[in-house]
């Protein structure tokens, strides 16, 4: 069963790496707008005196915040790649290590041999030798290893070029440090959005030059680029987690406990592996994280496709629909990402928690209309799926509704998360309260809190399993995975944006620049902190459905 799509298999072919390319643009043209803050002092004095970059509230030039400020963000950079440069050589290690072991089992299983063998799903066809699905399942784990290495360095790497140019623009108002601070979380959002889906779909199309007719056997394959980029979010988002922490705690114990100065005073030298270690664990860990997700929903996808109707009648447009979701997401987050830059202006301190929570709201709006359009084009009007030993009819509305059900659970999910952590609501305001009475009274609220907090979310998760299920069976829980990470490029933009505003603060304080400048890096870090929850939240949502579809299917 089956039929013909509106959406062409060339124009399949053209949309998805236009899509891609236009989403490393555009975090390019972010770069490009974040670089116009100068961190030189000749750069910024060029103007003369009146230079609004160094210039204090009083309208007095000082040359000498603009240099600290410089130095500050030398050191933090210089740490941070130093911590990375020292992971990623034993990442190395680990990255061809399991390489090797891919290959020796999956190519054992069949004595490594170089004979075809009958399809599993098709008798009468012909599939490629395991000895292939060995080579080419071990390419794609190198590929989707080094690409989420990138990812994480990456978005280190504008992290810390950004951190004090936010600083320099809090001196211009709330608003302008916002812009800056965003627009550099948006450059690693795009990126690894971007790469990530073009990597993959150049993968695909190499792989198809060997494999042929053979489908299952690719996709099977591509899931190596999904592994790829989770084993190496293990060790980017616990590695760097656990170094932030320590340093995090480290530097308050011997300020604040011993010293009795305050956060980030520049007389303590654990500041500086504080700083560190936001830009290795929340920025260049969560980045290899979240590109581990994403591969691994879009491989999960595939693979489920692949024995579908899509896969038999050799139709790419329809095969490769999570990809197009994945292109149409850029394209939405694109939009979405200049209501906060461009078209709406945030002005006061107020204004920012709820700019970046439209973030969210919009994306979603928009991308539920998108994905409308990518079924209506992209799908025939019914097609059958693989479920579990039969095949299930499907319509492409059905299909568009297991999307749509991922993306606004996550949406709900988020914001139960932001409810329970946010200080303008009364949980964070009631454990607050709790300290009144001591330690004891604070943890046990606390952790009775948290195991009330999800309960919403757990439902949510469960209709969005049930619903998807009944639809489209397997295939249905793969695409509402897809759905959750559809905005990828918006939610890390919101979740980068927090550790560049606490890098911030920081250097506003080890700068020695004036209370109220504080208070404006203050106030977006403690925004950004509220919002990163519900991104997180979301995104280790949809990896536990790509990881229990995968297990399913297997």
């Known amino acids: 069963m089956g039929g013909a799509t509106l959406l062409s298999d060339l124009g399949t072919e053209i949309v998805i790496p236009i899509c891609a390319l236009i989403g490393i643009a555009f975090a390019a043209l972010?770069?490009?707008?974040?670089?116009?803050?100068?961190?030189?002092?000749a750069a910024a004095s060029k103007n003369g005196i009146t230079d609004p970059l160094v210039e204090e509230e009083d309208g007095v030039a000082d040359h000498s915040v603009v240099r600290k400020c410089a130095d500050i963000q030398a050191a933090i950079s210089e740490g941070a790649t130093s911590f990375l440069v020292t992971e990623y050589q034993y990442v190395g290690i680990f990255?061809?290590?399991?390489?090797i072991l891919i290959f020796l089992f999956l190519g054992s299983v069949e004595g490594f041999s170089t004979d075809s063998q009958p399809c599993t799903y098709d008798k009468t066809k012909v599939c490629k030798p395991a000895l292939a699905t060995a080579v080419f399942s071990t390419i794609s784990f190198l590929l989707g290893a080094i690409t989420s290495v990138v990812s994480g360095f990456l978005g280190m790497k504008i992290a810390t070029y950004a951190n004090a140019r936010t600083t320099?623009?809090?001196?211009?108002?709330?608003?302008?440090?916002?812009?800056?601070?965003?627009?550099?979380?948006?450059?690693?959002?795009?990126?690894?959005?971007?790469?990530?889906?073009?990597?993959?779909?150049?993968?695909?199309?190499?792989?198809?030059?060997?494999?042929?007719?053979?489908?299952?056997?690719?996709?099977?394959?591509i899931t190596g680029y999904g592994l790829g980029g989770s084993s190496m979010a293990l060790f980017g988002r616990v590695g760097g987690g656990i170094y932030t922490k320590a340093a995090d705690v480290g530097a308050d114990l011997v300020g604040k406990v011993e010293q009795n100065i305050p956060e980030d005073d520049p007389r303590n030298p654990a500041v500086i592996a504080d700083n560190v270690g936001d830009n290795v664990g929340d920025i260049a860990g969560m980045g290899s994280d979240l590109f581990g997700s994403y591969a691994e929903s879009s491989c999960a996808a595939l693979v489920v496709a692949s024995i579908s109707?899509?896969?038999?009648?050799?139709?790419?447009?329809?095969?490769?629909?999570?990809?197009?979701?994945?292109?149409?997401?850029?394209?939405?987050?694109l939009l979405t990402t200049l209501f906060a830059t461009d078209f709406f202006e945030v002005k006061v301190v107020k204004e920012i928690e709820p700019a970046l929570k439209k973030q969210l709201i919009i994306s979603t709006i928009f991308m539920t209309l998108g994905i409308a359009i990518v079924s209506w084009i992209a799908l025939?009007?019914?097609?059958?799926?693989?479920?579990?030993?039969?095949?299930?009819?499907?319509?492409?509305?059905?299909?568009?509704?297991?999307?749509?059900?991922?993306?606004?659970?996550?949406?709900?999910?988020?914001?139960?998360?932001?409810?329970?952590?946010?200080?303008?609501?009364?949980?964070?305001?009631?454990?607050?309260?709790?300290?009144?009475?001591?330690?004891?009274?604070?943890?046990?609220?606390?952790?009775?809190?948290?195991?009330?907090?999800?309960?919403?979310?757990?439902?949510?998760?469960?209709?969005?399993?049930?619903?998807?299920?009944?639809?489209?069976?397997?295939?249905?829980?793969?695409?509402?995975?897809?759905?959750?990470?559809?905005?990828?490029?918006?939610?890390?933009?919101?979740?980068?944006?927090?550790?560049?505003?606490?890098?911030?603060?920081?250097?506003?304080?080890?700068?020695?620049?004036?209370?109220?400048?504080?208070?404006?890096?203050?106030?977006?870090?403690?925004?950004?902190?509220?919002?990163?929850?519900?991104?997180?939240?979301?995104?280790?949502?949809?990896?536990?459905?790509?990881?229990?579809?995968?297990?399913?299917?297997?």
């Not at 001196?171 to 795009?190: L, P």
């Not at 050799?314 to 197009?324: E, N, R």
């Not at 749509?404 to 946010?422: D, N, P, R």
Request: hydrophobic share 55%; net charge neutral; with cysteine.
């Open 168 to 221: 320099l623009e809090a001196r211009k108002g709330v608003g302008k440090a916002f812009i800056i601070a965003f627009r550099s979380g948006a450059v690693m959002g795009f990126l690894l959005a971007a790469n990530g889906l073009l990597v993959l779909y150049i993968a695909i199309n190499l792989f198809k030059l060997y494999y042929g007719d053979d489908w299952q056997g690719l996709f099977e394959s």
């Open 309 to 333: 109707s899509f896969g038999i009648n050799h139709d790419l447009t329809a095969i490769l629909y999570p990809l197009l979701i994945s292109s149409i997401g850029i394209l939405v987050c």
């Open 380 to 554: 025939p009007s019914s097609f059958t799926i693989f479920n579990f030993g039969e095949q299930k009819v499907v319509k492409n509305w059905q299909l568009f509704l297991c999307v749509a059900v991922g993306l606004w659970a996550g949406l709900i999910i988020g914001f139960v998360t932001e409810y329970y952590t946010s200080n303008a609501y009364s949980p964070v305001q009631d454990v607050a309260d709790s300290c009144r009475t001591g330690a004891a009274t604070n943890v046990i609220f606390g952790l009775a809190l948290g195991y009330k907090s999800v309960i919403i979310p757990i439902f949510a998760i469960a209709i969005s399993i049930f619903v998807s299920f009944s639809f489209a069976a397997m295939y249905g829980i793969a695409v509402a995975a897809l759905g959750l990470l559809s905005t990828i490029a918006t939610g890390l933009a919101i979740d980068a944006y927090g550790p560049i505003s606490d890098n911030a603060g920081g250097i506003a304080e080890m700068a020695g620049m004036s209370h109220s400048i504080r208070e404006r890096t203050d106030a977006l870090d403690a925004a950004g902190n509220t919002t990163a929850a519900i991104g997180k939240v979301i995104f280790l949502v949809s990896s536990d459905l790509s990881i229990f579809t995968l297990e399913k299917y297997a």
């Open 95 to 99: 990255m061809i290590a399991f390489a």
């Open 30 to 41: 972010q770069w490009l707008l974040v670089s116009k803050v100068k961190l030189s002092t």
